[in-house]
Each structure stands twice: as structure tokens, then as C-alpha cells.
């Protein structure tokens, strides 16, 4: 599986951004997959993860802001991030694998490049 991440930029604080995170291959479906984000100097750390059923993981810091979706048709999985604010900046990653190792270890058995959102005060 080969993920491309896309859709970074700068904003303003207050704004509103959607990342997307294509992936090739047929077993899309069957992956959990997530979005991971470091900021310099920090640990990469999970925003936001979605399983194969359509369950939600956030972290507690863009809970009520963004919103995670997937599109198995498309083979895509998406991340909405609304009321952006400075602290938000980081590298955005997506990864796929399985459930538990995934979203409570950090550990996909596939990573996207990375996607940077700059967020200005």
C-alpha cells in the first residue's frame, strides 16, 4: 500500500483546511487508518484514526474541531480540521495498519509522506 498525502498549506488561526491521503492498492477497506502529526521537537502523536468499521479515534486537543472520513471507494480517507489554531502546526501524516497498534502504539505498517500545515496567529 502507497499513501500520498496532500492538502496542507497555511492559514490563519480560525480557519479551515482538509487533508487528504490517497492510497493505492485493492485493501484499502480492511486497514485502520490515521492521521499522525509532529511538530519540531516533538513526538509524532495521533490526531485522529478510523477503522475499517467506521469507528472514530481523537485526540483530545482537536476533539469538536476536526473530523475524520473515508471514502473506500475512492480509496481515500480524509481529515477536516476546523477552527485551526497555531498550535495546530505541524507535519501531518497518514498511516494504515491494523487497529490496536495503530492508534494506541503508533505503529502502521504503512506511512504517507507527510503533509505540512502552517497555522498563523
Known amino acids: 500500500v502507497q499513501l500520498q498525502a496532500s492538502g496542507g498549506g497555511l492559514v490563519q488561526a480560525g480557519g479551515s483546511l482538509r487533508l487528504s491521503c490517497a492510497a493505492s492498492?485493492?485493501?484499502?477497506?480492511?486497514?485502520?487508518m490515521g492521521w499522525f502529526r509532529q511538530a519540531p521537537g516533538k513526538k509524532r502523536e495521533l490526531v485522529a484514526g478510523?477503522?475499517?468499521?467506521?469507528?472514530?479515534k481523537y485526540a483530545d486537543s482537536v476533539k469538536g474541531r476536526f473530523a475524520i472520513s473515508r471514502d473506500n471507494a475512492k480509496n481515500t480517507v480524509y481529515l477536516q480540521m476546523n477552527s485551526l489554531k497555531p498550535e495546530d502546526t505541524a507535519v501531518y501524516y497518514c498511516?494504515?495498519?491494523?487497529?490496536?497498534?495503530?492508534?494506541?502504539?503508533?505503529?502502521?505498517?504503512?506511512w504517507g509522506q507527510g503533509t505540512l500545515v502552517t497555522v498563523s496567529s
Open positions: 498511516a494504515a495498519g491494523s487497529a490496536m497498534p495503530l492508534l494506541y502504539s503508533r505503529r502502521g505498517d504503512y
Open positions: 492498492g485493492r485493501t484499502f477497506s480492511s486497514y485502520t
Open positions: 478510523i477503522t475499517s468499521g467506521g469507528d472514530t
